[in-house]
Nanobody
Framework: QVQLVESGGGLVQAGGSLRLSCAAS??????????MGWFRQAPGKEREFVAA????????YYADSVKGRFTISRDNAKNTVYLQMNSLKSEDTAVYYC???????????????WGKGTLVTVSS
């Protein structure tokens, strides 16, 4: 079982930066046995993939819309995954969710655990 708690959301102007954090509490398995991901859901839209990272942090994956602007990373010693968001645009406004799946590599369509989300609002 994994519990995920996101933080770091807020209001930022277009062109600005935010860093999201996701703290994980695991039982039975260590944090490093889970691949992690970030997803987002904008008002009136379906949830979409943003970024993901393998268990070791070596392999990272990004949606085309955020490539070059967002960076996902993890600290297994702190049971935390991060999403550094730079050059934010109004279209990045959404609730951002942290997710985890057991295994070395992320499954974009098969994440097992989800946080409750943190709201990011980008003003233009």
């Amino acid at each position: 079982q994994v519990q995920l708690v996101e933080s770091g959301g807020g209001l930022v102007q277009a062109g600005g930066s935010l860093r999201l954090s996701c703290a994980a509490s695991t039982s039975g398995r260590t944090f490093s046995t889970y691949a992690m991901g970030w997803f987002r859901q904008a008002p009136g839209k379906e949830r979409e993939f943003v970024a993901a990272v393998s268990w070791s942090g070596v392999n990272t994956y990004y949606a085309d819309s955020v490539k070059g602007r967002f960076t996902i990373s993890r600290d297994n010693a702190k049971n935390t995954v991060y999403l550094q968001m730079n050059s934010l645009k109004s279209e990045d406004t959404a609730v951002y969710y942290c997710a985890a799946n057991f295994g070395s590599y992320p499954k974009r369509d098969g994440m097992d655990y989800w946080g409750k989300g943190t709201l990011v609002t980008v003003s233009s």
